[in-house]
């Protein structure tokens, strides 16, 4: 009888042999019906390191974060539609801070909506970008959140461990 171990290492295994190794770490990748090849997650640091080794592939990358913080943001709606024949190209709740998409040549408008609880009220922000033939564009989008960064007002400031005496 095998052990539990054994059967749990051999399911992985088998998932990564037929290429769903990925939904193990939870970045989740997709093809819309108008063919645009997409990736999303990097929560954790296993998959943004696998996100970040194939965003080369990608001619699209989108980041949420905190305006506030800076901390990267998941659960934000994602609507890129083609400027020209207004059609939706992707649709996509983000798992994670970071979006890559096969986006071809052309203009693209990007909307993206985040609520931060329940009864907060959603936030739109809407941007446009070219991809040109062969280019890569980034688009870093930044929400108001009721994150914000810590500054200590009492006393000295303390060294930092990278620094040296």
Do not use: N
């Not at 193990?24 to 019906?33: F, I, K």
């Not at 970040?52 to 980041?63: C, E, N, P």
């Amino acid at each position: 009888m095998k052990s539990h171990f054994k059967c749990v290492r051999e399911l992985v295994g088998l998932l990564c042999a037929t290429g769903l190794c990925s939904t193990l770490y939870g970045a989740e990748r997709g093809v819309t019906d108008r063919g645009i090849a997409y990736v999303s997650g990097g929560v954790a640091e296993v998959e943004e390191d696998e996100l970040i080794a194939q965003r080369k592939d990608y001619s699209f990358w989108l980041t949420t974060a905190s305006k506030g913080s800076g901390a990267f943001l998941a659960d934000v709606r994602v609507r890129i539609v083609d400027a020209h024949t207004r059609q939706m190209v992707l649709e996509h709740t983000l798992d994670g801070p970071w979006l890559f998409a096969k986006l071809p040549p052309g203009q693209y408008q990007v909307q993206a909506t985040y609520r931060e609880f329940a009864d907060s009220p959603e936030q739109t922000l809407r941007r446009t970008t070219t991809i040109k033939p062969g280019s890569r564009r980034q688009m870093l989008l930044y929400f108001d959140t009721s994150d914000r960064v810590k500054h200590e007002d009492d006393g000295p400031p303390k060294a930092s461990p990278y620094t040296l005496p």
